[in-house]
């Protein structure tokens, strides 16, 4: 069962800054985007920005080099691009820049997936890990699975990894 998703003053100071990777996807046609920004603001994380980014691995490693050196954000969450398919380079792009990875959270994703879409949920590539001192997580593009990872995974262990991160708060 996932906690509640109620506000919560602590989130507030967590900074999120999102982004939907995708060749094809416009704002007003950004459903995952949409759909992980308002999950995210409804559960009281603080959002600092939504961008679209192609599927290119070096427009969102400078992406992710411009939120560190400008401390533009705690933490960077991205919907697309985790798949198979030949354009799919999310993964890629994110992997080299990891400081460590979070396995868990690929594993706990596809496990909770696995319920709702059976065998198809191997096909998901969905990971999270720190890159200077950013917690990072890369969902699939759909926006069931950005529900799913959001509720499941990402609004119980958001604020404590970062205040992990930022030296704040210790393992329980």
Do not use: C, Y
Not at 76 to 102: F, M, N, W, Y
Not at 124 to 149: D, H, I, M, N, Q
Request: aromatic share 2%; proline share 5%; hydrophobic share 40%.
């Amino acid at each position: 069962m996932t906690e509640p998703t109620q506000p919560n003053s602590t989130r507030s100071a967590v900074r999120v800054l999102t982004v939907t990777i995708s060749d094809t996807r416009a704002p007003a046609t950004d459903e995952s985007g949409r759909r992980l920004r308002e999950l995210l603001g409804q559960a009281g994380f603080t959002l600092v920005e939504h961008r679209i980014v192609r599927d290119e691995p070096a427009e969102l490693r400078a992406l992710l080099e411009t939120v560190a050196e400008q401390d533009l954000a705690d933490a960077i969450i991205s919907t697309g691009g985790t798949g198979i398919a030949p354009r799919d380079q999310t993964v890629e792009a994110l992997e080299p820049l990891l400081d460590k990875r979070l396995d868990g959270f690929g594993e706990a994703f596809r496990r909770l997936s696995f319920d709702q879409v059976g065998a198809r949920s191997i096909l998901s590539r969905a990971l999270a890990g720190t890159a200077r001192g950013r917690f990072v997580a890369a969902l699939p593009g759909s926006p069931r699975a950005v529900e799913l990872a959001v509720e499941a995974l990402l609004i119980p262990v958001l604020e404590h990894a970062v205040s992990l991160l930022q030296g704040r708060s210790r393992h329980h």
